[in-house]
């Protein structure tokens, strides 16, 4: 376990090389390579978990690679050291990742306290996640302390996000169409931060938009919440704030929000349960997923399921019907 | 197949007696009654297809059961027959069901031209949906050829009744935060046609909620269909009408309403192309919730699954590695 060594302990160079090595092993679908990762990965385990998991998304243009440029370069200020990963499912289609252009991120993607990787890029949005999750456990067991995970804002990717976070933040623009897009694609709700990034564009537009969300959040909170109605200081109540990250203006302030968030999280125990759940919830996706591409892969199941949905396209037989057959070939 | 020939030609009463006994064969979880239900379900479906599948969902308290019973004595004086059927996985913890107190539909519940089901009271949402699916091929065949499939509308069952009809109504109240409830939901999403209900209790409230809806509505439009930046008049765009089913107001004006949408459906082929993408999503829906029980019940995996979910929690085994474990244990 050279790797795992190099990974928890060895010089800067090293540790990197050996970062990278080993997330690569994990994106392999080669079964010896599988094999070999999985051994790795419950090595690395006791060395990971003491970081700070952080979720970043919202729509193209929000602003979020100067964001997160801002962020990192003021968290190693304050001497973390910063890992950036991401989920774009929409990569392997483009081609890209939406963190494959480093130069966005021009003086964090040199830095030595810095790593980013970004989206694995092909694969179903499960699959997708699933290597980011492991990616991220190799970075912390590599000693980053506070990891920043990145996404689109354009899909489901969100849930997977804010699924192995801590902390869920959404970018939004000044501007309140904007903000019925992110609730009615359920974002908002899965938010426990919203910020008004590019404040400065519009400052009467942020204002409303950061009233808009205010009272949406707290509807939310309400109806989802009872605790909410108690007043109970022990609560984080989902937050808005305004922020310039391109004129570097809010970033301390949104660290600080952040901060007041995560000791909140961890002194009451919630963030450990949330990672509880989060790891188990993950363990019956990952379940769920292999099981249909188990049963995709069976010889009787691909002979008969052209077929079958077929019929049932053609109003032959009935779809539970035809649930059930394949269900039976499978056995 | 003499319960075929009562479905299908049956005089009124055995007509009747055979549907109450195929549905009721069709919830048992027997194998032999499954069998037994899966052929009759087969041969039934040629007969299948021919009514209009309308859902209609809302809170508690908007008043569904006085609109059911308005629309359905209303559709019988135009020559229709009605069945009213339910999904309410809630009903399995209450015990009953929200159509188990007949009384509240008075009139229509011992109409002849009527058929009331109440929602099946045990199981999952995929297990209640399924049989509640399966009676309304029964009701079709039995020539019912306007079939309603009522729902609570407090949580996911309001996504399975918009997967197994033609067109998905909301019943709101004129309260706006019952809206942003709906939207917060992604209920909103589902509609077609969302009904103020009780729209004389307030009529200022009704007409602002009615222009909140609309214009959430034609922004999720916008955002979803492009045809919708068009005015292509072949299009439905959603719409939102009030009414006042108590005082029996504009029952024929929803209907009216309802009848526009069937006609630009069908010419344009879109309401064949969603029956049978529905067909293929249920048949997906099943084979997972399937390949979950079986997985679940192998007896290695039973074995195994507590002892692998308590590493996890525990942080000794990864999340991703566990589920490997575990998939591997099932072949």
Redesign the interface.
């Known amino acids: 376990m050279a790797l795992l060594q190099d990974i928890i302990g060895g010089e800067p160079a090293r540790q990197r090389r050996a970062m990278a090595k080993t997330i690569t092993l994990l994106e392999s679908t080669r079964a010896d390579h ?1 094999l070999h990762a ?1 051994a790795l ?2 090595a690395l ?2 060395a ?2 003491d970081s700070f998991r952080l979720g970043i998304s919202g729509v193209p243009g929000v602003g979020k690679s100067t964001f997160i440029e801002a962020l990192g370069l003021h968290l190693i200020s304050l001497g973390h050291r910063v890992a950036v990963l991401a989920v774009d499912p929409s990569s392997s289609v483009s081609g890209g990742s939406i963190l494959g252009d480093k130069t966005r991120m021009e003086q964090l993607s040199v830095h030595p306290q810095a790593y980013i990787r970004p989206s694995p890029s092909s694969g179903t949005l499960g699959g997708v996640a ?1 290597r980011t ?2 990616a991220m ?1 190799v970075c912390e067991a590599a000693g980053y302390d506070v990891v920043i995970v990145e996404t689109v804002g354009v899909g489901q990717s969100e849930t997977a996000v804010q699924g192995m976070t801590d902390m869920f933040c959404l970018l939004q623009l000044p501007n309140a ?1 904007d903000d ?2 992110a ?4 974002v ?2 899965l938010a426990d931060l919203v910020v008004i990034n590019k404040a400065d564009l519009d400052e009467n537009a942020a204002t409303r938009a950061r009233a808009q969300i205010s009272s ?1 959040l707290r ?2 909170g309400m ?1 989802g919440h009872p605790d909410h109605l108690h007043h109970d200081q022990s609560v984080w109540h989902p937050t808005v704030i305004q922020m310039s990250a391109l004129k570097n203006q809010g970033v301390d302030a949104f660290w600080a929000t952040v901060s007041q968030f995560r000791d909140l999280q961890s002194s009451s125990g919630r963030m450990a349960a949330r990672r ?1 759940s989060q ?2 919830a ?3 996706e ?3 997923a ?3 591409a ?2 995709k892969a069976h010889p009787a199941v691909r002979e008969q399921i052209g077929p079958v ?1 077929d019929d ?2 053609n ?10 057959r ?2 039976d070939l ?2």
Chains 1, 2 share one sequence.
Request: no cysteine.
């Open positions: 599988r999985d990965l419950n385990l006791p990971t978990g699933e999750r492991e456990l169409g019925l897009q609730i009615k694609k359920g908002m709700e949406a509807l939310f109806h509880r790891d188990e993950w363990m019956w990952r379940i769920d292999g099981l249909k188990r049963f949905a049932v396209r109003g032959v037989v009935a779809a539970s019907v035809a649930a059930r394949l269900l499978f056995h």
